[in-house]
């Protein structure tokens, strides 16, 4: 199959530059991460690009998009801002947003902030720590993790983010998912994601009654492979306070980087309820 090409471009934000991609042509949808770039969606993005525009971004801090004050944190609330001036510069919505991760949080913000821009969200495995009963606890682990990465031990903030996350991993794979490559942007962008993202985005609080009113139809996405996992319950977590059954898609908690065909098939069976 041809794969269809992006056409790259910079929107200049508050206190941002922001990098963005756009392929295809047809109805919109804004494929989203935090600390995850543009580049995570690149499998995913060009499936959809068969009969949607879709419009992928690095947010504010990561790779290509820089910001003014790199020692300020980047919020969901600030990253939603981005979206939603991204989404009116393209004039092409209302969009489907899918958000994962962090980015599942920032289209959440954005829908919250900006209902008028998003007819369907697809909040897919949000790291709320903040609707869960252990959140004392995860707030904890979270700025133990910070402070270890601070100090200096990678390694060791790695393997206190992925204990918090309740992921396992084999032997040697921390070494080689996070240390093999050490390049400035990697290490940089690693930097951004400790220090002035993660402590954001895991306090952030939705507004469960604002959510449940707004006319845009919010999905909750789950990794079929992520059951335990914080994530995963976060987001049963969510779609209870919502009232909503949690949808479920291929893989775990970033099933659209390792199945992108698989996840594509169930994101449109979706989409077309």
């Not at 300020?72 to 990253?79: I, K, L, M």
């Not at 697809?122 to 709320?128: D, Q």
Request: proline letters at 7%; a negative charge; glycine letters at 8%.
């Amino acid at each position: 199959m041809t794969m269809i090409s992006a056409t790259a471009d910079t929107l200049a934000v508050p206190g941002a530059r922001l990098h963005y991609e756009v392929r295809g042509a047809g109805p919109l949808v804004l494929l989203t991460g935090a600390p995850m770039d543009a580049r995570s969606f690149e499998g995913l993005a060009g499936l959809l690009a068969r009969d949607h525009t879709v419009l992928t971004t690095d947010p504010r801090g990561i790779n290509r998009s820089p910001v003014e004050h790199p020692d300020r944190d980047s919020t969901p609330v600030q990253r939603a801002e981005d979206l939603a001036c991204l989404l009116t510069h393209l004039d092409a919505g209302p969009a489907v947003v899918l958000g994962s991760s962090g980015g599942a949080v920032s289209a959440l913000a954005l829908v919250q902030s900006r209902p008028d821009l998003v007819h369907t969200v697809i909040a897919h495995e949000p790291p709320l720590e903040e609707l869960l009963e252990d959140r004392e606890q995860l707030a904890a682990a979270t700025e133990d993790m910070i402070a270890t990465y601070l100090a200096g031990d990678v390694a060791g903030a790695w393997r206190k983010f992925l204990a918090a996350a309740d992921i396992d991993l084999p032997p040697g794979a921390i070494e080689q998912m996070f240390l093999s490559d050490r390049s400035p942007r990697t290490v940089a962008d690693e930097h951004f994601q400790f220090a002035h993202m993660l402590r954001a985005t895991a306090r952030w609080v939705p507004d469960l009654d604002r959510l449940r009113s707004v006319p845009t139809r919010i999905v909750v996405g789950i990794g079929e492979d992520s059951a335990g996992q914080l994530c995963d319950r976060a987001s049963r977590a969510l779609a209870a306070g919502l009232g909503v059954t949690p949808t479920l898609f291929p893989g775990d908690h970033i099933g659209f980087v390792d199945r992108p065909a698989a996840f594509e098939v169930r994101l449109r069976a979706v989409l077309e309820r």
